[in-house]
């Protein structure tokens, strides 16, 4: 089983430009969350859909960040314009709506803002 | 105050010991605890899933939880060098591992 995909890997901008991340999720996993992850701590959720609706995105900066899942599959976060403070790993996940719904994690873009 | 509070260490054991990992949470709405290991580059992998209060035992791997304490463990016998990482706890108070809270991961070196 193909694991969640991400891209870029890796990503440096100046502040006020903007960026868009990709991510694939694991074929037939229904939820799909984007976490942000500052260097030192733990992920924070930023938006959760389910199918492409979104559940919850309470902690997004709705004032610069957007996503959307077009399709219910893959899904796309932007954030314009960028901030120093937004410097991060950005990592995605998905689950399955079965059982314990456990959330599998791909390998983050790490976003770079100077 | 956080709700999921993790020491964030560093700690430096030698091959063969014994880890304990902690996490104090103050939300009592949780009933689902994980642990997940992040290796550097790498995202989150989910090592423990607990639901409410006891033990579970995987391999060199126990999880524990105490709601009266809010408080809840890993421990790692036998560790390896392999087992140098990241560990994150995190918590749920909707079935299943939706709508996580994590804390802020023990950067953990197990020293051969």
């Known amino acids: 089983e193909a694991g969640v995909a991400q891209s870029p890997r890796y990503k440096i901008i100046e502040k006020r430009q903007s960026v868009a991340f990709w991510c694939n999720p694991i074929?037939?996993?229904?939820?799909l969350y984007w976490y942000q992850q500052i260097l030192g701590q733990g992920p924070k959720l930023l938006i959760q859909?389910?199918?492409?609706?979104?559940?919850?995105d309470s902690q997004l900066p709705k004032d610069r960040f957007s996503a959307e899942r077009l399709k219910g599959v893959d899904s796309t976060l932007k954030i314009q314009p960028a901030k120093l403070e937004d410097s991060a790993v950005y990592l995605c996940?998905?689950?399955?709506?079965?059982?314990?719904?456990?959330?599998?994690f791909g390998p983050g873009t790490r976003l770079t803002v100077t | 105050q956080k709700e999921v509070e993790q020491d964030p260490g560093p700690l430096s054991v030698p091959e063969g010991a014994i880890v304990s990992l902690n996490c104090t949470y103050s939300?009592?709405?949780?009933?689902?605890f994980m642990w997940y290991r992040q290796y550097s580059r790498k995202g989150p992998e989910l090592l423990m899933y607990?639901?409410?209060?006891g033990n579970k035992e995987d391999g060199r791997f126990t999880a524990q939880v105490d709601k009266s304490s809010k408080y809840i463990s890993l421990f790692i016998r036998d560790s390896q060098p392999s087992d140098s990482a990241t560990y994150l706890c995190?918590?749920?108070?909707?079935?299943?591992?939706?709508?996580?809270?994590f804390g802020q991961g023990t950067r953990l070196t197990i020293n051969p």
């Open positions: 996940a998905s689950s399955s709506l079965m059982g314990r719904a456990e959330q599998y």
């Open positions: 074929s037939g996993h229904a939820t």
């Open positions: 859909f389910q199918n492409n609706g979104v559940v919850d």
């Open positions: 939300n009592s709405a949780f009933q689902y």
């Open positions: 607990t639901y409410s209060s």
């Open positions: 995190a918590m749920s108070a909707v079935r299943g591992a939706q709508k996580l809270v």
